[in-house]
């Protein structure tokens, strides 16, 4: 499988524990997401690498959440002292460097997603 | 701020029906413009991409436009089957910043 994977699926933990989930992009891509989705909502942007550079953060991204991409290659990321209010869809998209995508720059896709829920 | 809307919020139709989903986005200077569709519990599956300098992508029963000056985008779906029943999201890509908007998505069902 070449898609994109994301562990673990799912995640119950309770207030004020820390969580880490990690994201595997397709190989060749370059370009790394994260988003979070809550219910009846589309996602929204969390940050983004190009290889291990992480070059953009929302303001949604509180200093307790933290993201890494060593080597350039799987991405984690990771929620101290979770509370209630971050349970949520954490969504990873991968992308090729446009320049390699001949009129398809920047298609995203998307792993299945990591359930978070906070007790 | 790039605002990204869907309209109709949620939509049911009898199986067989072209249907039309809407997007519409306030700041026309985009980069791209991705439809998704969105299983319950699931993660987006990528169905067509417009680059900016396009009008309108095909992908067998789905065609989506776009028109950029008016900050629009549709997207067509013939012959609607029961499998159509999901939720479809739009997305568009700034041309500055890697921050892709995301509208709040249209629930589709298709009955049998």
Redesign the interface.
């Known amino acids: 499988d070449t898609g994109?994977s994301?562990n673990p699926r799912h995640k119950i933990t309770k207030r004020g524990q820390n969580v880490t989930f990690r994201c595997d992009p397709i190989s060749e891509h370059n370009?790394l997401?994260w988003?979070r989705q809550t219910l009846?909502?589309?996602?929204?942007?969390l940050t983004?690498f190009q290889n291990e550079a992480q070059?953009?953060k929302?303001r949604l991204l509180s200093d307790r959440f933290s993201a890494e991409r060593p080597k350039g290659s799987f991405s984690t990321l990771e929620i101290q002292r979770t509370e209630q209010g971050d349970s949520a869809?954490y969504?990873c998209?991968s992308s090729l460097n446009p320049g390699r995508q001949l009129?398809?720059?920047?298609?995203?896709?998307?792993?299945?997603?990591t359930?978070l829920t906070v007790l | 701020k790039q605002e990204v809307t869907q309209i109709p919020a949620a939509l049911s139709v009898p199986e067989g029906e072209n249907l039309v989903l809407n997007c519409s986005f306030t700041d026309s200077a985009i980069y791209n413009l991705q439809w998704f569709r969105q299983d319950p519990g699931k993660g987006l599956t990528s169905l067509l991409l417009i680059q900016s300098s396009q009008r309108e992508q095909t992908s067998g029963r789905l065609n989506a436009s776009l028109d950029k000056s008016s900050g629009r985008s549709t997207l067509y779906i013939a012959a609607s089957q029961p499998g159509d029943s999901a939720t479809y999201l739009c997305a568009v890509k700034r041309n500055y910043g890697q921050n892709f908007v995301f509208g709040p998505g249209t629930r589709l069902s298709v009955l049998p």
Do not use: W
């Open positions: 994109v994301q370009r997401y988003y009846g909502q589309g996602p929204e942007f983004y070059l953009e929302s869809m969504l998209a009129g398809r720059g920047y298609e995203q896709f998307f792993g299945p997603g359930r």
